[in-house]
C-alpha cells in the first residue's frame, strides 16, 4: 500500500519534471492577442500559416474589442484587435500604442424568417438602413410592416415579430452598425448615437460575434449584424441593404473593396470611416469596416510583432486564408499607412 | 374458557406513530432516490448528447479552423493536466504543512481560528480568487513571471481553492492516528519532529492522497479562475507553462455559446469527459480511503 502511494508520487513528481524539460525546450516566440471577434476567424486561420512561416505561436482570445482595448492597455496581451477606433481618451490610456488596419470585411444582417418567399426575379431579401434603424428603435416590430414589403415588392413575407439582436460588451461591430445607423438616420443620430455600447431601445443582447449569430439560427424572426464570416460559416441568409446610390447590395469581397476604394487617404491615427459611401461607388457596401490591431510602441516581442503584421498585410491578404471569409484586401493607400505605422513599434 | 386474544393491531396513537415512521422513512429514501437519481439523469442526458463527439480525433487533434468541421480538445485536455498538476504541486505541501502544524503543533485556540479561516476560504466565491490572482500576476509582474495570462496564473488560482479542501482531509486523517503510535514513539525517545515524519505522516498517507485527489477533482472543473488567468489559448498543444492554455472548462463555456452545433457537441462532449474524470477520481480517493481508515483501525 505505502509502497504503491509511493510510487504514485514519484510517477507524478516525474511528469511534473518532464513538464518542466518541455517547457524548457520550448524555443518559439508566443504572441498573446485578445479583443474583436469580427476578426477572430481570419486570425485562426492566419495561426497555422505564421506558425509555419516563422515558428511563431499566436494565442488569440475573441474577447471583444473593448476588452481587447482593455487588455492591451493593461499590457496583459502583446497585441489588442478592435474593429473600432481607439477614442483619444483610449490612446491616452494606453499610454504609446498605435492602431493599424490589418483586414477589411463588411458586417452582414443575417434574419432567420421561415416561410418567407422572395418575388421571381429577386435573389436577395432587401432592407435599408431606415429600415434597419427603425427596426432596432421598435417602431418596426413586425416583419410584414409595409416599409419592408415596399423594399420587396411581390415577395410574400410572414406575419412575425422581430427580434433585433445586440451585442452585449464593448464591440467593435456594434460600433460600426451604430456608426452606418447614425450616418443613415437623424432619428438614430440624435436619439441613440454611435458607440460601442449603446442604449438598445429594443431587442436582445448575446456575447460575441459567436453568441449574437446563435440567437438568430435559434430564433425565428431574429435578425442581428456579425462579420459575414460567420453568417457564412453558420448557414445563415443575410440581407442585401440599400446604399447612397439607391441600389441593394451584399457584403460580397467586390462590393466592401468597392467601399473601401472611397479612402483617398489615410490621417494621423489610423482612423477611417467607410460607412455609408457616396453615391459614387454605386456597388460599395455600406456597412463594411477597417479592423485594427493595437500594437504598443514599446515592447519586447516587437520584432515578431512587425513581422507577423506585415505577413498579415501582405500575404495574410492572399485569397486563400481571405476569400471563404469574405475579407476583402486592403486597399494600397491603407497598406502604406499600416506598414508606415508600423515601423514606430520599437523593442524595449 | 380463554382470554380474548391480544390484538397487535396498532390503534390509536401507536398507530399514528407508526404512520409517521413510515412516512419519515419513506420520506428519506425518495430524498435519495432524488439524489442518486439526479447524477443518473445528469450523467446520462450529458452522455447521450456527447455520444456522437465522443471520436478519436476529439481527443487527438486540436480544434478545428474557423468554418471547417472536425477538430477536438487535445490541447485543453493537456491544458487542464498541467493546470491541476501544477496546482496540485503548489496546495499539496503548503496543505499538509498547515494540517501538521494545526493537529500536531498549534494550541487548541490557534488551531481552531485555522480551522475557521480555512473554512471561510473553502466556502470562497472562485470568481473572487480569479480577480485576484489576476491583479496580482496577471496584471503586474510578480517573481519575474506574469505580466501575462499564464498556466502558473492559472494554477495558482487553482491552489487556492485546492488548499483548503487539502488540508481539512489531511487534518481529519491525522486526528485518526491513534494517540499510542505516537506515545510508543515518544517512549522511545524518538524526538516530536521526527515522530510527525516517521510515524504519523505515513500512516496517514492514504487520507492525504484522498483529500488531495477530491481537491484535484475540484479543481479541474473550475471555469471561474482561468477566465482571468488562463484563458487566452491558441490551436496547438502546448506543454510550456509560462503562457497560457487551453482548459476543458474554459473550452465548454466557449463552445457552448457557438452557434456551431458541432461545437456544442464538442461542449457535450468535453462535460462528459470532465464528468468522467471526476467520477473516477472520486471513487480512486474512495478506495484509498477506505484502505486507510482499515490500516488505521488494525492499529
Known amino acids: 500500500m505505502r509502497k504503491f502511494v509511493f510510487s504514485a508520487l514519484a510517477a507524478a513528481s516525474l511528469a511534473l519534471l518532464s513538464v518542466g524539460v518541455a517547457g524548457a525546450k520550448h524555443s518559439t516566440v508566443v504572441l498573446n492577442g485578445a479583443g474583436s471577434t469580427f476578426v477572430q476567424p481570419l486570425v485562426s486561420v492566419w495561426t497555422p500559416a505564421l506558425g509555419s512561416a516563422f515558428d511563431y505561436t499566436i494565442q488569440y482570445s475573441g474577447v471583444g474589442s473593448g476588452a481587447g482595448i482593455a487588455a492591451i492597455t493593461a499590457r496583459t496581451v502583446d497585441f489588442g484587435a478592435s474593429d473600432a477606433p481607439m477614442s483619444s481618451d483610449q490612446f491616452t490610456a494606453c499610454g504609446g500604442c498605435v492602431q493599424i488596419p490589418w483586414a477589411l470585411a463588411g458586417t452582414s444582417i443575417p434574419y432567420n424568417i421561415p416561410g418567407l418567399q422572395l418575388a421571381k426575379g429577386q435573389t436577395t431579401f432587401h432592407l435599408s438602413g431606415d429600415v434597419i434603424a427603425k427596426i432596432y428603435m421598435g417602431t418596426i416590430t413586425n416583419w410584414n410592416d409595409p416599409a419592408i414589403a415596399a423594399l420587396n415588392k411581390g415577395a410574400t413575407i410572414p406575419s412575425l415579430t422581430i427580434t433585433p439582436v445586440y451585442r452585449t460588451g464593448n464591440s467593435g461591430t456594434t460600433y460600426n452598425f451604430t456608426d452606418f445607423l447614425s450616418s443613415v438616420s437623424s432619428a438614430w443620430k440624435t436619439q441613440i448615437g454611435q458607440g460601442q455600447s449603446v442604449n438598445w431601445p429594443a431587442g436582445t443582447g448575446a456575447s460575441g460575434s459567436s453568441g449574437v449569430t446563435g440567437v438568430v439560427k435559434n430564433t425565428p424572426g431574429a435578425l442581428c449584424y456579425v462579420d459575414t464570416g460567420y453568417a457564412i460559416a453558420n448557414h445563415l441568409t443575410f440581407a442585401s441593404i440599400q446604399n447612397a446610390a439607391g441600389n441593394f447590395v451584399s457584403p460580397s469581397i467586390r462590393n466592401v473593396a468597392a467601399a473601401a476604394a472611397t479612402v483617398k487617404s489615410v490621417p494621423t491615427g489610423n482612423e477611417l470611416h467607410i460607412v455609408n459611401p457616396p453615391k459614387s461607388a454605386p456597388t460599395a457596401y455600406p456597412i463594411a469596416t477597417f479592423t485594427y490591431i493595437i500594437l504598443p510602441t514599446h515592447s519586447s516581442n516587437a520584432q515578431a510583432l512587425r513581422k507577423m503584421v506585415f505577413w498579415a498585410l501582405t500575404q495574410g491578404q492572399a485569397k486563400k486564408y481571405t476569400a471563404a471569409l469574405w475579407f476583402a484586401p486592403i486597399p494600397k493607400v491603407v497598406l502604406v499607412a499600416s506598414e508606415k505605422t508600423l515601423q514606430q513599434v520599437a523593442s524595449t | ?299
Open chain 2, 1 to 299: 374458557m380463554s382470554a380474548p386474544p391480544i390484538s397487535l393491531k396498532a390503534t390509536g396513537r401507536s398507530r399514528r406513530r407508526l404512520f409517521a415512521d413510515r412516512a419519515a422513512v419513506g420520506g428519506a429514501i425518495l430524498a435519495a432516490l432524488i439524489a442518486v437519481g439526479m447524477l443518473a439523469i445528469l450523467v446520462g442526458s450529458v452522455l447521450a448528447r456527447a455520444f456522437h463527439s465522443l471520436t478519436w480525433d476529439f481527443f487527438t487533434k486540436g480544434p478545428a479552423v474557423f468554418g471547417q468541421t472536425g477538430g477536438g480538445i487535445a490541447p485543453a485536455l493537456v491544458g487542464t493536466l498541467l493546470l491541476v498538476l501544477i496546482a496540485a504541486a503548489m496546495a499539496v505541501p503548503v496543505g499538509v504543512l498547515i494540517a501538521i502544524f494545526v493537529s500536531e503543533f498549534a494550541n487548541r485556540k490557534v488551531s481552531a481560528q485555522i480551522r475557521l479561516w480555512l473554512d471561510v476560504l473553502n466556502g470562497f466565491p472562485s470568481i473572487v480568487i480569479g480577480i485576484f490572482v489576476f491583479a496580482l500576476i496577471v496584471k503586474t509582474k510578480f517573481l519575474g513571471i506574469g505580466h501575462h495570462q499564464s498556466v502558473y496564473a492559472g494554477s495558482f488560482a487553482l491552489a487556492i481553492i485546492m488548499l483548503p479542501l487539502v488540508s481539512r482531509t489531511t487534518m481529519e486523517v491525522l486526528s485518526l492516528v491513534p494517540r499510542e503510535l505516537r506515545e510508543a514513539s515518544y517512549a522511545l525517545g524518538v524526538s516530536k519532529w521526527r515522530t510527525v515524519l516517521s510515524v504519523v505522516l505515513p500512516t496517514s498517507i492514504g487520507g492525504i492522497v484522498t483529500g488531495t485527489t477530491l481537491a484535484v477533482a475540484r479543481a479541474a472543473g473550475e471555469t471561474a479562475p482561468l477566465l482571468f488567468t488562463c484563458s487566452i489559448a491558441g490551436q496547438l498543444i502546448n506543454w510550456d507553462p509560462s503562457i497560457s492554455v487551453a482548459s476543458i472548462p474554459v473550452t465548454i463555456f466557449t463552445y457552448s455559446e457557438s452557434p456551431d452545433t458541432a461545437l456544442n457537441g464538442q461542449a457535450w462532449a468535453a462535460a462528459f469527459v470532465l464528468i468522467a474524470f471526476v467520477l473516477l477520481t472520486s471513487m480512486f480517493a474512495r478506495i484509498m480511503l477506505e484502505r486507510s481508515r482499515r490500516k488505521l483501525g488494525r492499529v
